[in-house]
């Protein structure tokens, strides 16, 4: 039976035949959540999506239909302003009355450490939340002083002499500042164990608000954690006959992926999410490819192809897209299992 039969006969179980209540209304921040809040709903109502897949969550004017979704809203769920910062005080402002819920904020979620420099060690994935700084610093002291000669002048934030590169890499950290970052990175929807510990958060908001629909909600999310257990077991069996092959990100977002499936990548173009990394950075870049023999850089659809290719001039490595938010899929249900699927998919035919 599939899914969407096995929902609907378990709802009509719940609800014994009688009409269901009106679903509350539910605005959501970006197309992978709002995948997530979709399965939890479905039969029940349809959730809102305040930021299309194609536009990118970290800089975006609302269009008065999607300011208009926030307003009316009864709930609100989105990741937190780590991601969307310009987002928040539209949350305050026009949906000053509704229940909003923060995922990045809910007991569970596994976080990682925004990770600082441009090439990654198999220990320099970030820290998860009960690890502080000081152990990821001292780890990449030891990483810079071992590569001096090689990467260290490239990376060094303490002297004025390197100007390029220094501007590059406080570049880098300026872009997470202006976005708004804490600590932590916000792509934590490319974790699914993530996404798991959320559908039951999702579930129980809108039990709360929406109790006449509670069971349906719960049977939802029971449905999706299981979808999403096997989605697990069928990333892992595409990522196996590669596992262990080595690629570079254009930047640095994806790591909750690779924590997921201990397949990590060796570095990023760039670390910010809107600058275009330097000369400098492309030309350390190359030198890792040709160095390490990295045989895929993966890019994603908003970023400036020419870059790309330039990074790959002269070495023998090949470039797949990848994109996180699913920018080509149709938003609902099955978009979140499309995107970690096209990931995996992406990843194990570049390599």
Not at 164 to 175: I, L, M, T
Request: hydrophobic letters at 40%.
């Amino acid at each position: 039976m599939s899914r969407k039969l096995l929902l609907q006969s378990i709802t009509a179980a719940l609800m014994g035949g009688t009409a269901m209540a009106d679903a509350p209304k539910v605005a959501v921040d970006i197309a992978p959540v709002h995948s997530l809040v979709a399965s939890v709903m479905e039969g029940v109502g349809t959730p809102d999506l305040v930021i299309p897949a194609g536009a990118s969550p970290h800089e975006y004017n609302l269009r008065p239909s999607e300011a208009s979704a926030l307003q009316e809203a009864d709930l609100v769920f989105w990741i937190g302003e780590d991601l969307t910062p310009w987002l928040e005080g539209a949350v305050e402002t026009l949906s000053d009355g509704a229940t909003v819920t923060t995922l990045l904020e809910s007991d569970g979620t596994v976080l990682l450490d925004f990770r600082e420099n441009a090439f990654f060690e198999a220990h320099d994935h970030g820290d998860h939340d009960d690890h502080g700084h000081d152990d990821d610093h001292a780890e990449d002291e030891k990483h810079d002083e071992h590569d001096h000669e090689e990467e260290h002048a490239h990376d060094d934030h303490g002297h004025d002499d390197h100007d390029d590169h220094d501007s590059e890499d406080h570049n880098d950290h300026a872009d997470h500042d202006d976005h708004g970052h804490g600590e932590h990175d916000p792509h934590a929807w490319l974790s699914p164990a993530n996404a798991e510990i959320w559908l039951n958060v999702i579930a129980a908001q809108l039990s709360a608000a929406d109790p006449d629909n509670a069971g349906a909600y719960f049977a939802n999310a029971a449905a999706a954690r299981e979808e999403m257990a096997a989605l697990s077991d069928e990333v892992a069996e595409t990522l196996k006959p590669v596992q262990g092959g080595r690629f570079i990100v254009f930047h640095d977002a994806y790591q909750y992926f690779e924590d997921a499936f201990n397949f990590r990548a060796s570095g990023a173009i760039s670390l910010g999410d809107a600058t275009d990394p330097s000369p400098a950075r492309i030309s350390d870049i190359q030198g890792r490819i040709r160095k390490e023999g990295i045989e895929c850089v993966l890019t994603e659809p908003q970023f400036n192809p020419g870059i790309v290719a330039t990074v790959l001039d002269g070495t023998e490595a090949k470039t797949a897209v990848i994109d996180p938010l699913g920018s080509d899929l149709d938003p609902g249900v099955e978009l979140y299992p499309q995107v970690i699927r096209n990931l995996a998919n992406s990843l194990a035919e570049c390599l």
